[in-house]
Protein backbone atom coordinates (compact mmCIF):
# COMPACT_ATOMS: atom_id res chain seq x y z
CA UNK A 1 0.00 0.00 0.00
CA UNK A 2 1.51 3.12 -0.72
CA UNK A 3 2.67 5.76 1.85
CA UNK A 4 4.16 8.76 2.86
CA UNK A 5 7.90 8.59 3.73
CA UNK A 6 9.71 11.20 5.59
CA UNK A 7 13.55 11.67 6.19
CA UNK A 8 15.42 12.04 8.26
CA UNK A 9 13.29 10.07 11.42
CA UNK A 10 15.31 12.30 13.51
CA UNK A 11 17.24 15.71 13.08
CA UNK A 12 19.57 17.38 16.03
CA UNK A 13 20.14 20.93 14.98
CA UNK A 14 22.17 23.76 16.95
CA UNK A 15 19.95 26.87 17.40
CA UNK A 16 20.35 29.65 15.13
CA UNK A 17 21.20 26.40 11.97
CA UNK A 18 18.45 26.13 9.50
CA UNK A 19 17.35 22.54 8.46
CA UNK A 20 14.97 20.71 5.64
CA UNK A 21 12.71 18.18 6.38
CA UNK A 22 11.83 16.12 3.43
CA UNK A 23 9.01 14.20 2.44
CA UNK A 24 7.94 12.19 -0.35
CA UNK A 25 4.10 12.35 -0.71
CA UNK A 26 1.71 9.60 -2.12
CA UNK A 27 2.63 9.36 -6.10
CA UNK A 28 -0.97 10.46 -7.44
CA UNK A 29 -2.15 12.79 -4.50
CA UNK A 30 -1.81 16.54 -5.12
CA UNK A 31 -2.35 18.12 -1.68
CA UNK A 32 0.24 18.20 0.48
CA UNK A 33 0.65 19.44 4.21
CA UNK A 34 3.29 20.54 6.84
CA UNK A 35 2.05 19.77 10.15
CA UNK A 36 3.66 19.91 13.86
CA UNK A 37 3.76 18.54 17.34
CA UNK A 38 5.40 19.35 20.27
CA UNK A 39 5.63 16.68 22.46
CA UNK A 40 2.34 16.31 24.60
CA UNK A 41 0.52 18.88 22.73
CA UNK A 42 -2.20 19.11 20.13
CA UNK A 43 -1.39 18.69 16.22
CA UNK A 44 -0.74 21.90 14.54
CA UNK A 45 -1.90 22.43 10.89
CA UNK A 46 1.48 24.80 9.38
CA UNK A 47 0.59 25.01 5.59
CA UNK A 48 -0.87 23.26 2.68
CA UNK A 49 0.61 23.18 -1.09
CA UNK A 50 -1.43 22.75 -4.03
CA UNK A 51 -0.73 22.89 -7.78
CA UNK A 52 2.80 23.92 -7.09
CA UNK A 53 1.86 26.80 -4.67
CA UNK A 54 0.81 27.06 -0.87
CA UNK A 55 -2.71 26.81 -0.52
CA UNK A 56 -3.56 28.07 2.73
CA UNK A 57 -0.70 28.66 5.96
CA UNK A 58 -1.60 29.03 9.69
CA UNK A 59 -0.34 31.76 11.69
CA UNK A 60 2.93 29.78 12.84
CA UNK A 61 3.68 29.35 9.63
CA UNK A 62 5.95 32.70 9.31
CA UNK A 63 9.02 33.89 7.20
CA UNK A 64 11.10 31.42 9.04
CA UNK A 65 9.26 28.70 7.14
CA UNK A 66 9.14 27.81 3.60
CA UNK A 67 8.20 25.13 1.74
CA UNK A 68 9.17 23.28 -1.76
CA UNK A 69 8.25 20.93 -4.23
CA UNK A 70 11.89 20.69 -5.75
CA UNK A 71 10.68 17.99 -8.40
CA UNK A 72 8.23 15.75 -8.86
CA UNK A 73 8.64 13.60 -5.84
CA UNK A 74 9.68 15.47 -3.11
CA UNK A 75 7.99 17.52 -0.72
CA UNK A 76 10.42 20.00 1.70
CA UNK A 77 10.35 22.45 4.62
CA UNK A 78 12.78 24.57 5.24
CA UNK A 79 13.26 26.26 8.65
CA UNK A 80 15.37 29.11 9.19
CA UNK A 81 17.27 30.18 12.05
CA UNK A 82 15.98 27.26 14.46
CA UNK A 83 15.07 28.19 17.92
CA UNK A 84 14.44 26.23 20.85
CA UNK A 85 10.25 26.49 20.47
CA UNK A 86 10.85 24.82 17.29
CA UNK A 87 12.02 21.20 18.80
CA UNK A 88 8.59 19.24 17.61
CA UNK A 89 7.43 16.23 15.71
CA UNK A 90 6.90 17.32 12.08
CA UNK A 91 4.59 15.24 10.38
CA UNK A 92 4.17 15.76 6.02
CA UNK A 93 0.58 14.55 4.64
CA UNK A 94 -1.00 14.60 1.51
CA UNK A 95 -4.30 13.93 0.14
CA UNK A 96 -5.90 12.84 -3.18
CA UNK A 97 -8.31 14.48 -5.63
CA UNK A 98 -8.35 18.08 -6.11
CA UNK A 99 -10.75 18.68 -3.23
CA UNK A 100 -8.97 20.28 0.10
CA UNK A 101 -12.17 17.72 1.82
CA UNK A 102 -10.28 14.60 1.44
CA UNK A 103 -8.86 11.71 4.15
CA UNK A 104 -5.20 12.43 4.61
CA UNK A 105 -2.25 10.21 4.71
CA UNK A 106 0.44 10.78 7.07
CA UNK A 107 4.05 10.27 7.13
CA UNK A 108 5.88 8.77 10.06
CA UNK A 109 7.50 11.99 11.17
CA UNK A 110 10.67 13.84 11.61
CA UNK A 111 11.26 14.43 15.35
CA UNK A 112 13.37 17.50 15.30
CA UNK A 113 15.27 18.61 18.58
CA UNK A 114 16.97 21.97 18.42
CA UNK A 115 19.80 22.73 21.10
CA UNK B 1 -11.68 32.03 18.20
CA UNK B 2 -11.36 28.58 17.78
CA UNK B 3 -11.66 25.89 19.70
CA UNK B 4 -11.99 21.80 19.88
CA UNK B 5 -12.62 20.10 23.19
CA UNK B 6 -12.18 16.65 24.06
CA UNK B 7 -11.88 14.49 27.55
CA UNK B 8 -7.93 14.36 28.10
CA UNK B 9 -8.20 10.41 29.16
CA UNK B 10 -10.81 7.88 29.09
CA UNK B 11 -10.63 4.44 30.90
CA UNK B 12 -12.44 1.25 29.50
CA UNK B 13 -12.99 -2.48 29.50
CA UNK B 14 -11.34 -5.03 26.65
CA UNK B 15 -14.95 -6.08 24.71
CA UNK B 16 -16.89 -3.17 26.23
CA UNK B 17 -18.26 -0.26 24.42
CA UNK B 18 -16.79 3.46 24.80
CA UNK B 19 -17.76 6.87 23.54
CA UNK B 20 -15.36 9.47 23.12
CA UNK B 21 -17.16 12.70 22.62
CA UNK B 22 -16.06 16.25 20.59
CA UNK B 23 -17.21 19.73 20.73
CA UNK B 24 -15.85 22.48 18.35
CA UNK B 25 -15.92 25.96 17.11
CA UNK B 26 -14.76 27.09 13.96
CA UNK B 27 -14.65 29.62 11.77
CA UNK B 28 -16.77 28.00 9.21
CA UNK B 29 -17.44 24.08 9.01
CA UNK B 30 -16.11 21.97 6.14
CA UNK B 31 -16.62 18.65 8.38
CA UNK B 32 -14.91 16.63 11.22
CA UNK B 33 -12.52 13.72 10.78
CA UNK B 34 -11.25 11.64 14.00
CA UNK B 35 -7.75 10.27 13.54
CA UNK B 36 -6.23 7.37 15.89
CA UNK B 37 -2.42 8.14 16.65
CA UNK B 38 -0.60 5.71 18.74
CA UNK B 39 2.50 7.16 21.00
CA UNK B 40 5.28 8.12 18.88
CA UNK B 41 3.19 7.45 15.75
CA UNK B 42 1.53 9.42 13.14
CA UNK B 43 -2.14 10.13 13.10
CA UNK B 44 -3.98 7.36 10.91
CA UNK B 45 -7.29 8.44 9.56
CA UNK B 46 -10.54 7.14 11.13
CA UNK B 47 -13.56 9.06 9.68
CA UNK B 48 -15.61 11.78 8.04
CA UNK B 49 -18.67 13.00 8.97
CA UNK B 50 -19.85 16.75 7.01
CA UNK B 51 -23.69 15.72 7.12
CA UNK B 52 -25.72 15.26 10.76
CA UNK B 53 -25.86 11.42 11.54
CA UNK B 54 -24.09 8.70 11.82
CA UNK B 55 -21.51 6.91 9.98
CA UNK B 56 -20.49 3.44 10.41
CA UNK B 57 -17.35 1.74 9.72
CA UNK B 58 -16.89 -1.64 11.15
CA UNK B 59 -15.68 -1.69 14.94
CA UNK B 60 -16.35 2.53 14.44
CA UNK B 61 -18.83 4.87 14.01
CA UNK B 62 -18.83 8.19 14.14
CA UNK B 63 -21.28 10.89 14.46
CA UNK B 64 -22.13 14.48 14.02
CA UNK B 65 -24.68 17.18 15.01
CA UNK B 66 -23.76 20.30 13.14
CA UNK B 67 -26.28 22.59 14.55
CA UNK B 68 -25.08 21.51 18.08
CA UNK B 69 -21.34 21.67 17.04
CA UNK B 70 -20.80 17.55 18.58
CA UNK B 71 -19.40 14.78 17.70
CA UNK B 72 -18.81 11.34 18.78
CA UNK B 73 -16.86 8.27 17.66
CA UNK B 74 -18.26 5.16 19.20
CA UNK B 75 -15.66 2.58 19.70
CA UNK B 76 -17.62 -1.23 20.13
CA UNK B 77 -15.62 -4.76 21.02
CA UNK B 78 -12.62 -3.16 22.46
CA UNK B 79 -9.14 -4.78 22.14
CA UNK B 80 -5.81 -3.56 23.64
CA UNK B 81 -4.76 -2.91 20.25
CA UNK B 82 -7.27 -0.44 20.60
CA UNK B 83 -5.52 1.61 23.33
CA UNK B 84 -4.46 5.37 21.60
CA UNK B 85 -4.53 9.12 21.65
CA UNK B 86 -8.38 9.69 19.63
CA UNK B 87 -7.96 13.29 17.76
CA UNK B 88 -10.90 15.03 16.76
CA UNK B 89 -10.59 17.86 14.25
CA UNK B 90 -12.46 20.28 12.04
CA UNK B 91 -11.84 21.39 8.48
CA UNK B 92 -12.87 25.47 8.86
CA UNK B 93 -13.59 27.79 6.06
CA UNK B 94 -9.84 28.15 4.91
CA UNK B 95 -9.96 24.73 4.68
CA UNK B 96 -7.36 24.23 7.42
CA UNK B 97 -7.84 21.50 9.62
CA UNK B 98 -8.30 22.97 13.69
CA UNK B 99 -7.37 19.65 15.66
CA UNK B 100 -8.26 19.00 19.80
CA UNK B 101 -5.50 17.59 22.16
CA UNK B 102 -6.45 14.12 21.59
CA UNK B 103 -8.38 11.65 24.40
CA UNK B 104 -6.31 9.36 25.72
CA UNK B 105 -8.27 5.56 25.69
CA UNK B 106 -7.05 3.39 27.95
CA UNK B 107 -8.02 -0.44 27.69
CA UNK B 108 -8.23 -2.52 30.53
CA UNK B 109 -8.18 -6.88 30.34
Known amino acids: EPEVTQTPSHQVTQMGQEVILRCVPI?????FYWYRQILGQKVEFLVS????????KSEIFDDQFSVERPDGSNFTLKIRSTKLEDSAMYFC?????????????FGPGTRLTVT | GQNIDQPTEMTATEGAIVQINCTYQ??????LFWYQQHAGEAPTFLSYNVLDGLEEKGRFSSFLSRSKGYSYLLLKELQMKDSASYLC??????????WGAGTKLIIKP
Open chain 2, 89 to 98: AALDSNYQLI
Open chain 1, 27 to 31: SNHLY
Open chain 2, 26 to 31: TSGFNG
Open chain 1, 93 to 105: ASSPGTDPVNEQY
Open chain 1, 49 to 56: FYNNEISE
